[in-house]
Nanobody, 129 residues
Framework: QVQLVESGGGSVQAGGSLRLSCAAS?????????MGWFRQAPEKEREWVGF???????GYADSVKGRFTISKDNAKKTFYLQMNSLRPEDTAMYYC??????????????????????RGQGTQVTISS
């Protein structure tokens, strides 16, 4: 059974940092995949944050580029979202999600959470000004 569990959320002041973790179980890491991070603030649309793929390549939304970094530890089967220079507008529930990536496909094409097969329950991030 596939399970994704996020952790690491919390409350910090603007300018601070947080590192979110997404512990994955039941997944086959040898397959081609996209691991995405998404967020949703109250009364706002869900937003794609970025991805990392099996090869370690990553991509980011313009709103977080240069501040957030997605990485992975294959041995620990854990994905990370390092968030620096946090802003109040980064306040949201953050989700990780996983999907298989067909040969030749690009994770840039998968920026809708509905296109992912598995997702976690989320972890809350609150940034105060």
């Amino acid at each position: 059974q596939v399970q994704l569990v996020e952790s690491g959320g919390g409350s910090v002041q603007a300018g601070g940092s947080l590192r979110l973790s997404c512990a994955a179980s039941g997944l086959t890491f040898s397959l081609y995949y996209c691991m995405g991070w998404f967020r949703q603030a109250p009364e706002k649309e869900r937003e794609w944050v970025g991805f990392v793929n099996r090869d370690g390549n990553s991509g980011y939304a313009d709103s977080v580029k240069g501040r957030f970094t997605i990485s992975k530890d294959n041995a620990k089967k854990t994905f990370y979202l390092q968030m620096n220079s946090l802003r109040p507008e980064d306040t949201a529930m953050y989700y990780c999600a996983y999907r298989y990536r067909p040969p030749g496909a690009d994770c840039w094409n998968y920026r809708d959470l509905d296109g992912y097969t598995y997702r976690g329950q989320g972890t809350q991030v609150t940034i105060s000004s």
